[in-house]
């Protein structure tokens, strides 16, 4: 089941059930207006979604809507808690090398996770409102999940089970007050603007055979300005997301509608695949070359995110997005 | 105007209108069933509370409340955005002195700020359920603001207008987990349980002259099972809270019922007024003595923590609560 959410004026929009292929969509009138009332009765909504999901893929509905042509929010609006790991090893490493942050011994044994802000996220082909060039923009390609209420202390273990949603995230970072803010010890404010998120939040049997292990085995393809930026594989994800939700949920509850990202998606062989954010090809160059080439994104770039299936169909929609300066 | 938030089984409880002397209540029927509701339309909303609050105190309303008896939870039982700063620079010098930690030069000119979880705040009077003693618990006694819709790039000149509520706070943290925390970089996430504030949050006319410039200039009274710990002048607040409202929106909106706390309350002769969190006393133990004498909190160990105002009276009400066992 895919679900996405449509921009009505309103801060949470309006819930849709979407077809396999992207193409249609309807409306769940009558069984939830929007997707975090969905997740926080998921026991009694997602049957009724998964029976509307089903009427649409038989055949046209009333009501239906081109999904292609939709004003699209991201699958939450906004929610109440947006926690983002960094569980790909090789990029937390070769950032830790580059920018000679003090390497983290305990990286490979317990999650790196910040809080980010939930209130006011991005669409997937909405313009992302920024300060200034001069902050260093980046995008970053991850993974995110959407959990119903996890109870403080729930293991791993338990913890999969709560995984309802799928999707992509582009988690635009502003690079020059990323290490300034991590000295402070406090996690980054300035450094992390709104995120954004794929048109469409699949349930995990969607993905198939992908869904492993609490993560995606599946490549994210990432472009900038129409050209090939990384394929890196969120197979490689250091922590399953089941893994990363334990550690969230270890001191508080999660409410339902909490999304858990994996972080930027990075492989070892990133020369190979290429990478997810800027900030990883630029720590290559400081690595081969002594200096970073490559720039950060200039008001206007376009970055476009999106994981295909097997069969070679969108999953979850491309983010594509640009970004502008906040003032416009 | 003194607003609370009664306990009613809904994630978002009750909005009551409270008399300045803590005595009496009455629901908001009509105007806003909840204080998020109020907030997103705050100027509509507000004239109609101020009337409700009007009546409330020239005499006896049908329906109202035995205020000390109600079951309350915090103003904002949950909300979408909780950011606290470190504004005491008497508090972070001793703790950065303390705990070895890496000496910033920022600290005056730039605000110390961390994300903190908004989607499930403990009321004043309930026990906070936490994992383990192991974990040293800890209470911080802070001021709080909440603010209606903040545009991005608000300066801290526009920003005072933007407050419309203030309030006490207990971000209790679990010391254990702060300074590991820190050295990665991203901030805390099993430091910082849920946060908990105080029976009302009043607007700031409601503080008098002791609103001034940002900041409430009053001590913060807090004791520990009983016993005197601490009563800080708040007043001495590195930045104010306009100051604190601009640094948070520099690079996202913030929205209506955004919490932006203080940090815990702490002056520089804390030698004799006392501190605000224990982590503090311990610092002072560690300067004086050479190592902390001062464990931290037990299960069943109570904080109380109130602000009075010139005249005595109590003026946001007393967050007094236990610490308990997560799994009781």
């Known amino acids: 089941m895919k679900l996405a959410t449509l921009r009505d004026g309103s801060s ?3 819930l849709v059930v979407v077809s396999t292929d992207l193409r249609r969509a309807v409306k769940a009138t009558g069984i939830a207006d929007t997707l975090l009332a969905a997740l926080e009765s998921w026991d009694r909504s997602e049957p009724r979604l998964r029976d509307l999901a089903d009427s649409l893929s038989h055949g046209r509905l009333e009501g239906e809507l081109d999904f292609a042509r939709a004003s ?3 699958p939450l609006p906004r929610t109440w808690q947006w926690l983002d790991a960094s569980a790909f090893h090789s990029h937390g490493e070769l950032m830790q090398r580059a920018f000679k942050h003090a390497y983290l011994d305990t990286m490979h044994t317990r999650p790196l996770m910040y809080q980010g802000g939930s209130d006011d996220f991005v669409g997937p082909h909405e313009d992302m409102p920024l300060p200034a060039e001069a902050d260093g923009i980046d995008f970053e390609a991850e ?18 089970g ?4 799928v999707m992509l995230a582009n988690d635009a970072s502003l690079r020059s007050h990323a290490v300034p803010e991590m000295k402070t010890g406090f996690g980054w404010i300035h450094a992390k603007p709104a995120t954004s998120f794929s048109p469409v939040a699949a349930t995990p049997d ?9 993560r995606v085995r599946l490549p994210i393809r990432v472009s900038w300005n129409g050209k090939e930026f990384g394929r890196p594989d969120a197979a490689a994800m250091g922590f399953g997301f ?11 509850n999660l409410s339902a509608g909490t999304i858990i990202g994996s972080g930027t998606v990075s492989n070892e062989n990133y020369r190979v695949v290429g990478s997810a954010c800027i900030a990883e090809r630029r720590a290559i160059e400081i690595e081969d070359g002594g200096h970073a080439v490559t720039e950060y994104m200039r008001f206007g770039d376009r970055v476009r995110i999106e994981m295909l ?4 169909g969108s999953i ?3 983010i594509d997005q640009r970004m502008v300066p906040a003032s416009s």
């Open 12 to 14: 949470d929009g309006v």
């Open 72 to 74: 699209l929010a991201p």
């Open 143 to 160: 993974l995110a999940v959407i959990v119903d209420r996890v109870p403080m202390g729930t293991s791993a273990a338990k913890a999969l």
């Open 162 to 165: 709560h995984v309802k949603l």
């Open 206 to 214: 969607e993905l198939g055979t992908a869904w492993q292990n609490g």
């Open 242 to 252: 089941h893994e990363l939700i334990a550690h969230a949920a270890y001191s508080r």
């Open 309 to 312: 299936a097997a069969d070679g």
């Open 316 to 318: 979850f929609g491309a």
